[in-house]
């Protein structure tokens, strides 16, 4: 089946660090997500990418859709402490977002 | 609150009961979604809604599971004789379908289930 790896696993950093986590496939999107789940929360969308290439922004936040349409980054500059939680790069479904499919997470904690 | 809300949010039961949580989606919204989450892992698709409509089932979606959603607003799901390995949190979200596109989904708090 289709999986999205997602590395790192986890990140351990101090406050004011960035941070840049990433996502591949092994087939091609045509669209990326990227969640943000707090513990004991369910997942708020963060960034959504439509076109192989984009580059978009959300405040500290910057994700891009890779040209190969099977990759993708979420960076975050400038971490604060409400950072921490666990971000997921999500494939939509071809016709939108139905059916969303969640790679394996990169748990962000930030050291004090 | 205008979001999404889920009851009840935890659930601990013995094995082999059945249980049932219950979905309220934002009240516009008409797609409605269940996802499973387990620990240490990102949400898995089980089954949606469009209106009262069942659309889709995954094949996660044992024949132990039953999902309704009988008004096209909020969606009850159901387990029945339930097992260890059902333990989980079980994640409803819901979005708009309008001119074609589907829009963000948005996802309540969930419910987590321990079976013991």
């Given at each position: 089946g289709q999986q999205l790896n997602q590395s790192p696993q986890s990140m351990f950093i101090q406050e004011g660090e960035d941070v840049s986590m990433n996502c591949t496939s092994s087939s091609i999107f045509n669209t990326w997500l990227w969640y943000k789940q707090d513990p004991g929360e369910g997942p708020v969308l963060l960034i959504a990418?439509?076109?192989a290439g984009e580059l978009t922004s959300?405040?500290?936040l910057t994700a891009q859709f890779g040209i190969t349409r099977k990759d993708s980054f979420l960076n975050i500059s400038a971490s604060i402490p409400s950072d921490v939680g666990i971000y997921f790069c999500v494939r939509g479904s071809n016709f939108g977002n139905e059916k969303l499919t969640f790679g394996t997470g990169t748990r962000l904690t930030i050291i004090p | 609150d205008t979001g999404v809300s889920q009851d009840p949010r935890h659930k601990i039961t013995k094995r082999?009961?059945?249980?049932?949580?219950?979905?309220d989606p934002i009240s516009e919204h008409n797609r409605l979604y269940w996802y499973r989450q387990t620990l240490g892992q990102?949400?898995?698709?089980?089954?949606?809604?469009q209106n009262e409509a069942q659309l889709e089932k995954s094949r996660l979606l044992s024949d132990r599971f039953s999902?309704?959603?009988?008004?096209?607003?909020?969606?009850t799901l159901e387990i029945q004789r339930t097992e260890q390995g059902d333990s989980a949190m079980y994640l409803c979200a819901s979005s708009l379908l309008a001119g074609g596109v589907v829009d963000e989904q948005f996802f309540g708090p969930g419910t987590r289930l321990t079976v013991l």
């Open positions: 990418l439509y076109k959300n405040g500290r | 082999g009961q059945n249980v049932t949580f219950r979905c990102g949400p898995e698709f089980l089954t949606y809604f999902a309704e959603r009988p008004k096209g607003s909020f969606s």
